[in-house]
């Protein structure tokens, strides 16, 4: 080759570098993440969604881009935020926080995929038309919490079988997947009174645990909303300064010391929909993915707060725990 056609050759190589460059910049998906709480308390959640993504051959910071939006518990901003990911045209919205997120997204957009993680029934919702056959551009994770309220309120009554006056812990704003019917039913079955206490932010939990103990709650039930699990620390230690046996929805509710849990495995709720996620990126359609629910539920029990509160666990609820945390 001669010498003036190797600088041509070299030259036009040089000058069509940066266009490949940016073409394959430009091929990696960005998905969306549109959540209403605060970064901190869902890092383990978000850890999860990264692992069902990871199985999938898509990694954060490598082949994949992640455009978080967080709310900070003003879920009046989701909407925008909603938009805002529309207007960036990603490729799939993760809405992993209950009711909220996956509403707000779905009046943002019924084009881009939406993965959901909820406790609520997403087809009295109108999120998706079946479980088997979502129909639209929705699907995603269904933890059905709400219908597992009225058992979580049967194993409290059997670790503290005196306590006549429940409490239920409640955010008002996720009127939407209220377990209310659930809790109601199971207490009049089991001769219990429920008091119902609202909190809307972390500055309302004092306020709320302080009107429990002035009505004589014996016992509480924490409700599955987002904005508890985000400022779990700060309800595990109301309960024990208040000393009042407290029953969750999560896991890690009992891990960082509250009393007991009773649900479906949260983290592998998050993983399948990084799982979804992957799926749809690689080519699935959203409206023929049946929505997930949990096969297996799990039960954790902090014997060494039980024994702080002076409980005794019956033999036969230790029997059915998954977990005991000594």
Same mark, same amino acid.
């Given at each position: ?29 960005? /998905? $969306? ?16 969604? %990264? ?17 978080? %939006? ?27 926080? $209950? ?14 995929? /939406? ?10 919702? $109108? ?22 309220? $009225? ?12 306590? +006549?006056?429940?409490?239920?812990? !409640?955010?008002? %704003? ?28 972390? +500055? ?31 309800? !595990? ?8 046996? +407290? ?43 049946? !929505? ?35």
């Amino acid at each position: 080759m001669r010498r003036r056609e190797f600088i041509a050759l070299f030259g036009g190589a040089a000058a069509a570098w940066p266009l490949t460059a940016r073409a394959q910049q430009s091929a990696t998906p960005v /998905i $969306g993440f549109l959540h209403g709480q605060r970064p901190d308390g869902f890092d383990y959640r978000v850890a999860y969604l %990264r692992q069902g993504l990871n199985e999938l051959g898509f990694v954060e910071g490598k082949n994949l881009a992640i455009e978080y %939006r967080w709310a900070n518990n003003r879920i009046e901003q989701l909407p925008a935020l909603a938009a805002d990911l529309v207007r960036r045209q990603v490729a799939v919205i993760v809405a992993p926080d $209950g009711t909220a997120s996956p509403l707000a997204a779905m009046a943002a957009t019924s084009t881009i995929p /939406i993965v959901f993680v909820m406790g609520a029934d997403p087809v009295k919702l $109108g999120l998706v038309a079946s479980l088997n056959r979502p129909g639209g551009n929705i699907t995603g994770v269904n933890t059905i919490l709400s219908e597992l309220a $009225g058992k979580r309120l049967e194993l409290l009554c059997e670790l503290t079988p005196r306590a +006549t006056t429940i409490g239920y812990l !409640v955010d008002p %704003r996720s009127s939407v997947i209220t377990d209310e019917q659930s809790v109601y039913t199971a207490a009049r079955a089991l001769g219990r009174q429920i008091i119902v206490v609202e909190a809307r932010s972390e +500055t309302e939990l004092e306020a709320a645990f302080a009107k429990l103990a002035q009505q004589g709650a014996a016992a509480l039930l924490v409700n599955s909303g987002v904005m508890f699990t985000g400022n779990r620390d700060k309800i !595990v230690a109301l309960a024990a300064r208040y000393r009042i046996p +407290t029953i969750y929805a999560f896991r890690i509710f009992a891990l960082d010391g509250g009393l007991i849990s009773y649900g479906g495995v949260d983290m592998e709720a998050h993983r399948l929909a990084g799982v979804y996620v992957g799926q749809i990126l690689k080519g699935a359609k959203a409206a023929d993915l049946p !929505v997930q629910q949990p096969t297996k539920f799990e039960l954790v029990i902090n014997l060494k707060t039980a024994r702080a509160l002076g409980l005794e666990v019956p033999p036969q609820l230790l029997a059915l725990a998954d977990e005991v945390i000594e």
